[in-house]
């Protein structure tokens, strides 16, 4: 069997274009023209004799190959960088302080601070998992350099320090216990729709209520808690639904398909800087982050753009 030696630097325009849903943006952030991203496109799919992307609509999508080699392409870039950064950076030390959603403590959050260890030995990581306006508040106070957080036009939260750009956006899903059922279609006549919701204010419970009037559907408040723990808890227990993205979904819970219940809304998720100007430690927690997101299973690749 011949013997494929794959070239990072094109696994990198590979993995950037797909991330950035755009080759010409890929082209732009690694300094390389349309025409050289083309080329290397070209070579990646004659090295592995299949097609990586194919067409559909205006943009491009994986393919199956593509799909695959994406997860390792990843894999690879990793350890090439996780290489380079721990020789070059041995003798970084402090801290940097790192922000995020419940949703993420448990998954992203254990990959980040492993990654980060074992780079830099010396430094530390100061986490804290938070709500949104709780780490809104705090980066804007100046307690966090980085905060992983939630966004919604509709629900608009304080203002950050520093621009950020939207890393994904994930359709909201209503969550039931694995073990409920199937859950009839709600309307007039029926008892109100149980509902475990985050304490106010929280984005998601405002477009659950949101939602639900407008498809005049009655709820109750069956049960509310200030942590997600408790929420995710409560609905394991059979108490109601609840509303959350398809991020750290605990085993015992599901995803209705078709719960007779209205369509939700997508929400944005965003890495906000403390400032425009990161210290070197918070640069490198910033790219370990966003590798973590964009390895993360949820984060399902969008269709591409060549141009």
């Known amino acids: 069997m011949r013997r494929i030696t794959f070239d990072l630097d094109v696994l990198r325009t590979f993995v950037t274009g797909v991330d950035l849903g755009s080759f010409a943006k890929a082209a732009e952030r690694l300094g390389r023209s349309t025409s050289a991203v083309s080329a290397q496109l070209k070579k990646l799919e004659d090295q592995l004799g299949l097609p990586v992307l194919r067409k559909e609509g205006r943009g491009m999508v994986t393919t199956s190959a593509g799909e695959s080699l994406l997860g390792y392409a990843r894999r690879l870039l990793e350890l090439n960088d996780e290489a380079a950064t721990a020789v070059r950076g041995a003798e970084l030390a402090g801290s940097v302080r790192l922000g995020m959603q419940e949703d993420f403590g448990e998954h992203i959050l254990t990959e980040v601070l492993g990654r980060f260890a074992r780079v830099h030995p010396r430094l530390r990581i100061e986490a804290c998992v938070a709500r949104n306006a709780d780490l809104m508040a705090q980066l804007a106070a100046g307690r966090l350099e980085l905060a992983l957080a939630w966004h919604s036009d509709a629900a608009p939260s304080a203002p950050a320090p520093a621009p950020a750009p939207e890393l994904a956006r994930l359709t909201m899903r209503w969550i039931a216990a694995a073990d409920s059922g199937a859950w009839p279609a709600w309307g007039g006549g029926r008892e109100p729709l149980p509902l475990v919701m985050m304490d106010a204010p929280c984005i998601?419970?405002?477009?659950?209520?949101?939602?639900?009037?407008?498809?005049?559907?009655?709820?109750?408040?069956?049960?509310?808690?200030?942590?997600?723990?408790?929420?995710?808890?409560?609905?394991?227990?059979?108490?109601?639904?609840?509303?959350?993205?398809?991020?750290?979904?605990?085993?015992a819970l599901r995803a209705l398909e078709q719960p007779g219940l209205p369509p939700l809304p997508v929400i944005g998720l965003r890495l906000h800087c403390g400032s425009e100007e990161l210290s070197a430690p918070a640069r490198r927690l910033h790219a370990i982050v966003l590798q973590a997101i964009a390895a993360h299973p949820a984060m399902a690749p969008a269709a591409v753009t060549i141009g």
């Open 204 to 251: 998601m419970r405002s477009a659950a209520l949101q939602a639900l009037d407008r498809a005049g559907i009655p709820w109750r408040i069956a049960f509310s808690s200030p942590s997600l723990g408790g929420v995710w808890a409560a609905v394991a227990a059979g108490l109601g639904v609840t509303v959350r993205t398809a991020i750290g979904l605990p085993p």
